[in-house]
């Protein structure tokens, strides 16, 4: 079955929010459920969870019991032989099913178990309908589908950043966990803003973390450890730098250092020297 995307927030975006610049954007709401796929298969509606293509027993149940069921077969079942609309055929569509009482975010309250549509992917044509596509869609076939609060385009981070300060503000006053946003672009664009989420400034390094050199009195104790395996053979670099190179490469991994600010073989000359004084 299709995978749905992997929702991220806009901040989150490859590679950046301004992939969502110039380009229309569909601000949908986003219900509080267990999301479905439901698919045409050998044996009728194929049912899948989220992450499995096949739901759990009780999950199918509560969706058979919906009102909308029979609706929503018509429409998986009988896509497969539409013809003379490009790209129609087989359909994945992607749904929540809100079970009757609280919600798992705790955001909503249902008095029955409901089936709302928030997606259709076309088989065919390999891509998801547009809003006003799947609105019409749903409408035909009298499904519920997501509402769509606006429709933007903005062309700069600040106008954007602006919408989805409004539009998470209203999924606040309408009692929703967000919104999620979707720019039908190849590939397409989709993201979500919850109201759960805090808002910060984020500020991402690109590179390596840089770790603080190991101290080099952990180096010596390494050095040390391989005097105590190696005994007197230590003064055979052939047998002593590899043991030390692998201690210290466990006393980065220990203490989350980087390499120290000399040279090992130095370390090791030095250990020497000291020894043979004392």
């Given at each position: 079955?299709?995978?749905?995307?992997?929702?991220?927030?806009?901040?989150?975006?490859?590679?950046?929010?301004?992939?969502?610049?110039?380009?229309?954007?569909?601000?949908?709401?986003?219900?509080?459920?267990?999301?479905?796929?439901?698919?045409?298969?050998?044996?009728?509606?194929?049912?899948?969870?989220?992450?499995?293509?096949?739901?759990?027993?009780?999950?199918?149940?509560?969706?058979?019991?919906?009102?909308?069921?029979?609706?929503?077969?018509?429409?998986?079942?009988?896509?497969?032989?539409?013809?003379?609309?490009?790209?129609?055929?087989?359909?994945?569509?992607?749904?929540?099913?809100?079970?009757?009482?609280?919600?798992?975010?705790?955001?909503?309250?249902?008095?029955?178990?409901?089936?709302?549509?928030?997606?259709?992917?076309?088989?065919?044509?390999?891509?998801?309908?547009?809003?006003?596509?799947?609105?019409?869609?749903?409408?035909?076939?009298?499904?519920?589908?997501?509402?769509?609060?606006?429709?933007?385009?903005?062309?700069?981070?600040?106008?954007?950043?602006?919408?989805?300060?409004?539009?998470?503000?209203?999924?606040?006053?309408?009692?929703?966990?967000?919104?999620?946003?979707?720019?039908?672009?190849?590939?397409?664009?989709?993201?979500?803003?919850?109201?759960d989420l805090p808002t910060m400034v984020r500020v991402i390094e690109e590179g390596s973390p840089v770790l603080p050199p190991l101290p080099e009195s952990e180096v010596y104790g390494a050095i040390a450890k391989a005097h105590a395996e190696l005994g007197e053979l230590l003064g055979d670099k052939?047998?002593?730098?590899?043991?030390?190179?692998?201690?210290?490469?466990?006393?980065?991994?220990?203490?989350?250092?980087?390499?120290?600010?000399?040279?090992?073989?130095?370390?090791?000359?030095?250990?020497?020297?000291?020894?043979?004084?004392?």
């Open positions: 079955m299709k995978e749905y995307p992997h929702l991220e927030r806009i901040v989150n975006l490859y590679p950046g929010p301004q992939a969502l610049l110039g380009k229309t954007v569909y601000w949908t709401e986003k219900r509080d459920g267990a999301q479905l796929r439901v698919a045409h298969g050998p044996n009728g509606l194929l049912v899948g969870s989220h992450y499995k293509d096949a739901a759990a027993p009780q999950i199918q149940d509560y969706l058979a019991s919906v009102p909308c069921y029979d609706e929503l077969k018509e429409l998986v079942l009988q896509t497969e032989a539409i013809e003379g609309i490009s790209g129609f055929g087989d359909v994945t569509v992607f749904g929540e099913l809100l079970v009757k009482g609280k919600s798992p975010a705790r955001f909503e309250t249902h008095e029955r178990h409901e089936f709302v549509i928030f997606d259709i992917y076309q088989e065919r044509s390999q891509t998801f309908m547009p809003y006003p596509l799947l609105y019409q869609t749903c409408n035909h076939y009298s499904l519920p589908v997501v509402a769509c609060w606006a429709e933007t385009r903005s062309t700069s981070l600040e106008s954007l950043y602006a919408q989805r300060e409004r539009w998470v503000d209203y999924a606040k006053t309408v009692g929703r966990e967000g919104t999620v946003l979707k720019a039908y672009t190849d590939p397409p664009l989709f993201c979500k803003e919850k109201v052939t047998q002593a730098m590899p043991l030390i190179a692998r201690l210290v490469a466990e006393e980065q991994r220990k203490h989350q250092c980087g390499k120290p600010p000399g040279s090992l073989f130095t370390y090791y000359q030095l250990y020497l020297q000291e020894r043979s004084m004392g």
